[in-house]
C-alpha cells in the first residue's frame, strides 16, 4: 500500500517553470514504479512521465519531451516533476502514481494522488 499527496501546483506564465513533488508514504516506495498523468477540463486523463524502480528509466509523453523532467529521491520517498517552458496546454490537474509493477505505470497504476492544479497563461 502507498499513499501519495502532490504539491507544487499554480498559476504561471506560458514560458515559466514549476516543479511538482509527490510525496509517498509507506517504507517500499522504492519498489514503486512512479508516474505523473495530468488531466485538462473536457479532456480525457493522459500520461505525462514515469520512472521506474529497478533501472530508473524515463518515460514521456512526446507532448512534453525536452521540457519536463522527472526524477525520484528514493530517501526521501518523493517524486518530482521539473516542468519548463510551460505553455498554456500544460494547463491540468496533475495526478501522481504509482505501482509495483512497471508494465502498467504508463497506462493504469493502481495507486493515485488526489492531484494539483497547473494553470498556465498566455
Known amino acids: 500500500q502507498v499513499q501519495l499527496v502532490e504539491s507544487g501546483g499554480g498559476l504561471v506564465q506560458a514560458g515559466a517553470s514549476l516543479r511538482l513533488s509527490c510525496a509517498a508514504s509507506?517504507?517500499?516506495?522504492?519498489?514503486?514504479?512512479m508516474g505523473w498523468f495530468r488531466q485538462a477540463p473536457g479532456k480525457e486523463r493522459e500520461f505525462v512521465a514515469a520512472?521506474?524502480?529497478?533501472?530508473?528509466?524515463?518515460y514521456y509523453a512526446d507532448s512534453v519531451k525536452g521540457r519536463f523532467t522527472i526524477s525520484r529521491d528514493n530517501a526521501k520517498n518523493t517524486v518530482y516533476l521539473q516542468m519548463n517552458s510551460l505553455k498554456p496546454e500544460d494547463t491540468a490537474v496533475y495526478y501522481c502514481?504509482?505501482?509495483?509493477?512497471?508494465?502498467?505505470?504508463?497506462?493504469?497504476?493502481?495507486?493515485w494522488g488526489q492531484g494539483t492544479q497547473v494553470t498556465v497563461s498566455s
Open positions: 520512472v521506474t524502480w529497478i533501472t530508473y528509466s524515463t
Open positions: 509507506g517504507r517500499t516506495f522504492s519498489r514503486y514504479a
Open positions: 502514481a504509482a505501482d509495483p509493477e512497471y508494465r502498467v505505470i504508463r497506462s493504469t497504476p493502481g495507486y
